[in-house]
């Protein structure tokens, strides 16, 4: 079985500054790790995605993140905070081969200071 | 394509009644997912589908809640009878082979 912890659930940042979220998983088989981001009253949205290629990866609005397997993490992170990155972001791991089903960590949301 | 749309989009009811949540998935989209929002719990996984068979109810809390796929392009999630605790964000989301799409989500409220 998987399991997602996110170390956090409320981060603040001011405006211009690095965007850190932490996401660490556990999984028998090589995972699948995903960032989700969802804004108010709204659904979930796809960030980006790890799937046993680049351990970087690049997603939309300038977030990237980085498999580490040594330390069963993927955390998120984006260089300088801008205000419409406020929102809550969700990481989920999949087993891989094929299962297709996502479990998710509990959520962090990120608030951006002015 | 319009996305995985869900309705209704807010449902306040009475304890004890009968609530049906609604959802269109992606046209294509072979695997349908029915995730449960809550602050305490965060998203859980009730049920989810392949090619209009359900493959996983683990995640179904009670016998008070059943999940339907008649086809393709339609499912179900029922709550019969509905209790207060049962409030919550209950969301649909369709599968490619790449990724989930989400719908909007239904707020229930059970009063």
């Known amino acids: 079985a998987q399991s997602v912890t996110q170390l956090g659930s409320h981060v603040s940042v001011s405006e211009g500054a690095l965007v850190l979220l932490r996401c660490n998983y556990s999984s028998s088989v090589p995972p699948y790790l995903f960032w989700y981001v969802q804004y108010p009253n709204q659904g979930l949205q796809l960030l980006l995605k790890y799937t046993s290629a680049a351990t970087l990866v690049k997603g939309i609005n300038g977030f990237e993140a980085e498999f580490k397997k040594s330390e069963t993490s993927f955390h998120l992170t984006k260089p300088s905070a801008h205000m419409s990155d406020a929102a809550e972001y969700f990481c989920?791991?999949?087993?891989?081969?094929?299962?297709?089903?996502?479990?998710f960590g509990k959520g962090t949301k990120l608030s951006v200071i002015p | 394509d319009a996305g995985v749309i869900q309705s209704p989009r807010h449902e306040v009811t009475e304890m004890g009644q009968e609530v049906t949540l609604r959802c269109k998935p992606i046209s294509g989209h072979d695997y349908l997912f029915w995730y449960r929002q809550t602050m305490m719990r965060g998203l859980e996984l009730l049920i989810y589908f392949n090619n209009n068979v359900p493959i996983d109810d683990s995640g179904m809390p009670e016998d008070r809640f059943s999940a339907k796929m008649p086809n393709a392009s339609f499912s179900t999630l029922k709550i019969q009878p509905s209790e207060p605790r049962d409030s919550a964000v209950y969301f649909c989301a369709s599968r490619s082979r790449a990724e989930a799409f989400f719908g909007q989500g239904t707020r229930l409220t059970v009063v």
């Open positions: 989920a791991v999949e087993s891989g081969a094929g299962s297709y089903q996502l479990t």
